[in-house]
């Protein structure tokens, strides 16, 4: 984990200093650069590296520019002197929260771009990306109200020091959703609780599910206080009521 502290602390400035919220971009420009310093880190470890620290990155974008922006529209109602009765309009709230939103994201790309404003590393998961990095020990078929599934106790984890075994306390919700028909994916995570002296393994589950097609079309209806939205073809009608303001 100190290793993968140490690459993810020299990621993750360039790729918020160059914004790159791609994983293949951060890839295909960093990889080389911890593979060559940690050549006997498994390579699956560096793939995860990438996908945590763009991850990081858009998060922190993604956040502070929701910051900036309620502040900025919070600035630009008094200026324009609004009201409460004024703000109901939903043409006038989505207007000024469009302008705020631009203005804030230029605002958090100049900070990002000039190293003002970096993600901060203040917990780290170790992302396992796929079973060439972990792998199920004992596993053994199971089944839980008809779904066949996949049980195990006990994994082992490749670090540059060979593979590293792990028992596991499973939770009572990885039994629930074992028990509605999900199913384990390659994907998993690790962290440390150092408080805890303990190693957290994160499982990824999936389901596979149906999408219900109606046999007949359905036209969607959004109503509102002041307005009523439906599709018409491939435009959208709004009939504004102004039921809101009448009261």
């Known amino acids: 984990m100190n ?29 080389r650069e911890p593979r060559n310093i940690y050549p006997d880190i498994p390579s ?41 009765r004024d703000l109901r309009g939903r043409r006038i709230r989505r207007y000024l929260w469009r302008r705020s939103w631009e203005i804030a994201r230029h605002q958090v790309d100049l900070e990002m771009s000039d190293g003002i404003l970096v993600p ?20 053994t078929k199971i089944n839980i109200n008809g779904f066949e599934n996949i049980f195990f106790t006990s994994v082992a984890i490749n670090t540059h020091r060979g593979w590293v075994y792990l028992d596991l306390e499973p939770s009572k919700e990885f039994y ?7 199913k384990l994916t390659s994907h998993a995570k690790i962290k440390l609780d150092r408080r805890g002296r303990r190693v957290i393994f994160h499982l990824s589950l999936g389901k596979e599910v149906e999408i219900y097609r109606p046999e007949k079309a359905v036209k969607p209806v959004d109503v509102n ?3 009523v939205t439906t599709l018409y073809g491939a435009f959208s009608v709004i009939l504004e009521t102004d039921l809101a303001r009448q009261h």
């Open 3 to 31: 290793i993968y502290s140490r690459m993810l602390g020299d990621v993750l400035p360039h790729a918020s200093r160059n914004i790159i919220e791609s994983y293949y971009r951060l890839k295909n420009g960093r990889y």
């Open 44 to 84: 699956h470890y560096i793939h995860g590296l990438c996908q945590d620290a763009v991850e990081r990155v858009s998060s922190l974008r993604r956040n502070k520019a929701r910051q900036y922006a309620e502040e900025i529209f919070d600035e630009l109602v008094k200026y324009l002197g609004l009201g409460k």
């Open 120 to 139: 901060r590393i203040n917990s780290v998961s170790l992302w396992l990306v796929d079973d060439h990095v972990w792998k199920p020990i004992d596993a």
């Open 176 to 182: 629930k959703l074992l028990a509605r028909g999900f």
């Open 225 to 227: 206080e002041n307005s």
